[in-house]
């Protein structure tokens, strides 16, 4: 097995070069943005609303050739040594991956005789690149975790956690980080509890939609349908789970809020035309196949011993359906039903385009309400104040979503886990 | 016992008289079965109609036929067919005397209104022409343009005639000029060229998807690049190599759990992770590849190790038997095996990936981007973003386009889940 050697050598000189390159193309910004601080003159830091954000954002612009009217003269300069700069690491990375893939290559290459067993080294070097890749999974967690907490640490600092968790007015403006003391107290309010009533009501609507059609149609296909009837009609039900929710929101604001506008006011009923109740219905179809599927799987793995132990006391198939094997197969079915609230409380786009944006705390379905999804996305779409309270309360809500969400996915799997051998 | 014991003609007497009572609830639940699977049915063909009725006439718009006299002199200035030279000629000016010459307006404000019948791209259209074929000099041709959305929505029906002059989008002058045109033959509905060669527009009679489109895969391209590789080494890695241990029960809840996180979180991340921290630039495919990437991943992880656990063990030992090593049992046999159900998993997860939006939006891929990107550098946007974008414009027609695009996206997901089928049919082995 002689290519064993070259590939040895050549994965050892690569590797470490590779890693050598993505160290200097990400360090050297980071690197230049502390040493431009030097070319910043001092009036420009000390004065009120120096932020170093915009300022390298405009030296960035500068050097990218974008230029909005006339910079100062500082900028321009910055922006010509931080160029200097770029070409002068360039070269160096050019060097030092140079120098990196011929000492490694040439190490490697020096390893290579005849007592050597290059394929043991090459399976270690390819078993840790397996193992690196698996690890990806755990740093992305990591990365949202510390992301939304990092951020909602600093939102904290500005408004009270009692506030943000129990206040009932959610009504977020841009005034800049000085809310603390500058005597504007009470321009904004951040209670998030409109937020979650709005997401339950319209969560709750989408239930009563899907659980019960979700339910009997998992019954149906599991002990009723024939094999031809299940072979169509459960693919055209996960069809539902496969179109794109951009599409249910389109389809609930352009066609069922108007139609449920109409036929409100036909009957005296005053709907808002971003009613809870038209996004609600839509997302409630858009569910539908998170239950049916998987408690039909479940309602499936129910022993046929149960089934026929029912029939041999003399149950309809009713009975038996009913009174065992839906009992048997009950923890599966609720954590269907959980994984789809919190499937529910996830979603976005249905909200945005449908739901509206006003904070209502009402639990009337014909009102416009306002989500948590829908409120991360109209503050964090567009242009963003960094510092503020309104874009930090973003990711504040962030925060209780990825526990909400988390929180449920644990519980459901609990209960998965607690319940499935018992008729093993 | 201290039941008391029925005797079994009476017991026998008691089943016979509920029996039919039993039988009929029977039948009740198997009919609440069929009547939820006919709702949920029912909701699809509704859906699916509804939006291919909306979308249909959007691939469709109205056109005029104008006579368009192509004097070099005017069309092309420094004669060299340079965008610069075509530029500073005066493409619309001639557009519009040929317009004039068919409706002949009178007065400054009727030449006003009948200049902004046709629509504002007349020029580009023009120049595009005579870049592509400039034999065309020196010669009165006919070149059909598009008409204004609004008097699209006009011959549509949407605005009507009867309609007072005030409340109408539309003036009485421009109707009578249309009932010219129409009275002349000159005006025809045709399949649009603007929805698959047009770009974001503002204009939603130029408006189309193909910038979107190179968008989608730019970004899904990165997408599979990057989750296909690291989705099969971490299934293989955990099917495979790895013990049993806390590091690999680690891994798995990680991967469940994403599987679990809402989409916009993801969005959230790369926010604050690729663009705040690592500096990347906005609204490029490059971020929201990336993004979609980890998003993916559990789907890619989670098929792909049920297909490596599909592989019979036999397979392993036959090849442990000839003395191959792990790596080459996994490579040369495992993998191989494994990988129609790993693609099948991986063109789902990229189905997936297609229509999803919320992300993106976070990262600012929802900017109005006309240019088409050429690189996973270049600020773009993708299909359903770009859906999200026309819905929330007021023009009529803008409905249209976005249901047109809606049925384009569809269309990709459909192709792509029942290409997925086909490869598990084809390809899967039963051992």
């Known amino acids: 097995m002689t290519h064993y050697y070259g590939i040895f050598c050549s994965l050892s000189a690569l590797?470490?070069?590779?890693?050598?390159?993505?160290?200097?193309?990400?360090?050297?910004?980071?690197?230049?943005?502390?040493?431009?601080k030097e070319y910043?003159?001092?009036?420009?830091?000390?004065?009120?609303?120096?932020?170093?954000?915009?300022?390298?954002?405009?030296?960035?612009?500068?050097?990218?050739?974008?230029?909005?009217?006339?910079?100062?003269q500082w900028v321009t300069n910055a922006a010509e040594i931080w160029k200097s700069w770029v070409i002068k690491s360039n070269i160096l990375t050019t060097i030092v991956c140079a120098i990196t893939i011929l000492t490694s290559g040439f190490l490697s290459y020096k390893k290579i005789n005849s007592e050597f067993r290059s394929r043991n080294a090459v399976e270690k070097i390819i078993m840790t690149l397996l193992a690196i890749s698996s690890v990806i999974a755990i740093l992305t967690t990591i990365a949202i975790i510390f992301s939304v907490i990092f951020e909602s640490i600093r939102f904290f600092a500005l408004?009270?956690?009692?506030?943000?968790?129990?206040?009932?007015?959610?009504?977020?403006?841009?005034?800049?980080?000085?809310?603390?003391?500058?005597?504007?107290?009470?321009?904004?309010?951040?209670?998030?509890?409109?937020?979650?009533?709005?997401?339950?009501?319209?969560?709750?609507?989408?239930?009563?939609?899907?659980?019960?059609?979700?339910?009997?149609?998992?019954?149906?296909?599991?002990?009723?349908?024939?094999?031809?009837?299940?072979?169509?009609?459960?693919?055209?039900?996960?069809?539902l789970a496969g179109i794109p929710t951009v599409v249910y929101g389109f389809f609930a604001a352009l066609t069922v809020a108007p139609f449920l506008r109409s036929s409100g006011s036909f009957f005296g009923l005053d709907v808002a035309s971003e009613s809870a109740l038209a996004a609600g219905l839509v997302m409630g179809i858009m569910i539908?196949?998170?239950?049916?599927?998987?408690?039909?799987?479940?309602?499936?793995?129910?022993?046929?011993?149960?089934?026929?132990?029912?029939?041999?006391?003399?149950?309809?198939?009713?009975?038996?359906?009913?009174?065992?094997?839906?009992?048997?197969?009950?923890?599966?079915?609720?954590?269907?039903?959980?994984?789809?609230?919190?499937?529910?409380?996830?979603?976005?786009?249905?909200?945005?385009?449908?739901?509206?944006?006003?904070?209502?705390?009402?639990?009337?379905?014909?009102?416009?309400?306002?989500?948590?999804?829908?409120?991360?996305?109209?503050?964090?779409?567009?242009?963003?104040?960094?510092?503020?309270?309104?874009?930090?309360?973003?990711?504040?809500?962030?925060?209780?979503?990825?526990?909400?969400?988390?929180?449920?996915?644990?519980?459901?799997?609990?209960?998965?886990?607690?319940?499935?051998?018992?008729?093993? | 016992m201290t039941n008391k014991l029925i005797n079994p003609t009476r017991a026998s007497e008691i089943v016979k008289n509920s029996i039919?009572?039993?039988?009929?609830?029977?039948?009740?639940?198997?009919?609440?079965?069929?009547?939820?699977?006919?709702?949920?049915?029912?909701?699809?063909?509704?859906?699916?109609?509804?939006?291919?009725?909306?979308?249909?006439?959007?691939?469709?718009?109205?056109?005029?036929?104008?006579?368009?006299?192509?004097?070099?002199?005017?069309?092309?200035?420094?004669?060299?067919?340079?965008?610069?030279?075509?530029?500073?000629?005066?493409?619309?000016?001639?557009?519009?005397?040929a317009l004039f010459t068919i409706i002949d307006p009178k007065g400054r404000k009727a030449k006003k209104q009948a200049k902004k019948m046709v629509s504002s791209g007349k020029d580009v259209r023009l120049t595009n022409l005579v870049q592509s074929n400039p034999?065309?000099?020196?010669?009165?041709?006919?070149?059909?343009?598009?008409?204004?959305?609004?008097?699209?929505?006009?011959?549509?029906?949407?605005?009507?005639?009867e309609t007072p002059e005030s409340e109408r989008r539309i003036s009485d002058q421009i109707i009578k000029f249309v009932d010219k045109l129409d009275k002349e033959g000159r005006i025809s509905y045709e399949f649009s060229d603007y929805i698959l060669n047009g770009s974001a527009s503002g204009n939603p009679e130029m408006a189309g998807i193909k910038g979107a489109f190179f968008g989608s895969i730019l970004t899904l391209s990165v997408c599979l690049l990057i989750a296909f590789p690291l989705g099969?080494?971490?299934?293989?890695?955990?099917?495979?190599?790895?013990?049993?241990?806390?590091?690999?029960?680690?891994?798995?809840?990680?991967?469940?759990?994403?599987?679990?996180?809402?989409?916009?979180?993801?969005?959230?991340?790369?926010l604050a992770i690729f663009i705040s921290i690592f500096g990347m630039p906005r609204s490029i495919p490059l971020v929201g590849g990336m993004v979609l990437a980890l998003m993916t991943l559990p789907t890619i992880i989670i098929s792909s190790r049920a297909a490596i656990r599909a592989v019979p063990p036999s397979v392993r030992d036959a090849a442990y038997g000839i003395g191959a090593s792990k790596l080459q049992v996994i490579f040369h046999h495992v993998i191989p095996l494994a990988m129609p159900g790993m693609l099948t998993g991986t063109i789902i997860g990229m189905a997936q990936a297609l229509g999803e939006t919320a992300p993106l939006l976070m990262i600012g891929m929802v900017a109005f981007i006309v240019d088409v990107p050429n690189s996973v550098m270049d600020p773009g946007t993708v299909l359903p973003v770009q859906i999200f974008m026309w819905a929330d414009f007021a023009e009529r027609m803008f409905v249209q386009k976005t249901s047109a695009a809606i049925i384009i996206l569809l269309g990709f997901l459909i192709s792509m889940n029942a290409f997925a089928i086909y490869l598990r049919k084809k390809l899967e082995r039963r051992w």
Request: proline share 4%; charged share 20%; net charge negative.
């Open chain 1, 159 to 239: 408004i009270p956690f009692d506030e943000f968790l129990f206040g009932t007015v959610w009504n977020p403006q841009f005034e800049g980080a000085e809310r603390a003391g500058s005597g504007q107290e009470g321009l904004s309010q951040y209670g998030s509890v409109p937020l979650f009533a709005g997401t339950f009501l319209i969560s709750f609507i989408a239930l009563s939609v899907s659980i019960p059609i979700g339910l009997s149609s998992a019954i149906y296909l599991s002990e009723y349908a024939t094999s031809k009837e299940r072979a169509i009609f459960k693919p055209l039900l996960e069809i």
């Open chain 2, 20 to 97: 039919t009572k039993r039988r009929a609830k029977d039948n009740r639940l198997k009919l609440y079965g069929r009547i939820a699977i006919g709702l949920a049915v029912c909701f699809l063909i509704f859906l699916f109609s509804s939006i291919f009725i909306k979308g249909y006439p959007g691939f469709f718009q109205y056109y005029v036929t104008l006579d368009i006299n192509f004097d070099r002199e005017r069309i092309d200035p420094q004669g060299d067919l340079s965008d610069n030279s075509l530029f500073n000629g005066e493409a619309s000016k001639i557009v519009n005397e």
């Open chain 1, 15 to 36: 590797l470490p070069t590779l890693g050598v390159f993505f160290i200097f193309t990400i360090c050297d910004d980071l690197v230049f943005a502390e040493l431009v």
């Open chain 2, 135 to 161: 034999n065309l000099f020196g010669t009165v041709s006919s070149v059909k343009f598009a008409l204004d959305d609004d008097i699209d929505s006009f011959l549509r029906g949407y605005i009507k005639r």
């Open chain 1, 288 to 424: 539908i196949p998170f239950i049916s599927s998987l408690s039909d799987d479940v309602i499936n793995a129910v022993p046929q011993s149960l089934r026929d132990a029912g029939y041999g006391l003399g149950s309809t198939k009713n009975e038996t359906v009913l009174k065992i094997v839906l009992p048997a197969a009950l923890p599966g079915v609720v954590a269907s039903i959980i994984l789809a609230v919190s499937r529910a409380v996830g979603e976005t786009m249905i909200v945005v385009m449908a739901a509206g944006l006003a904070a209502n705390l009402t639990a009337n379905p014909l009102e416009a309400v306002t989500t948590v999804t829908s409120q991360i996305v109209t503050i964090l779409v567009g242009d963003q104040e960094f510092e503020s309270a309104k874009t930090l309360s973003a990711f504040a809500l962030a925060l209780t979503l990825i526990i909400i969400t988390l929180g449920m996915n644990f519980y459901a799997l609990h209960i998965v886990k607690k319940y499935r051998e018992q008729y093993d």
């Open chain 1, 40 to 72: 910043i003159p001092n009036e420009v830091i000390n004065s009120k609303d120096y932020n170093f954000t915009i300022v390298l954002a405009q030296i960035n612009n500068s050097v990218e050739g974008l230029v909005f009217g006339t910079p100062p």
């Open chain 2, 232 to 270: 099969v080494a971490t299934a293989v890695y955990l099917e495979e190599v790895a013990k049993k241990n806390k590091i690999t029960e680690l891994i798995e809840v990680n991967i469940n759990n994403l599987a679990a996180v809402p989409s916009v979180v993801f969005g959230i991340m790369g």
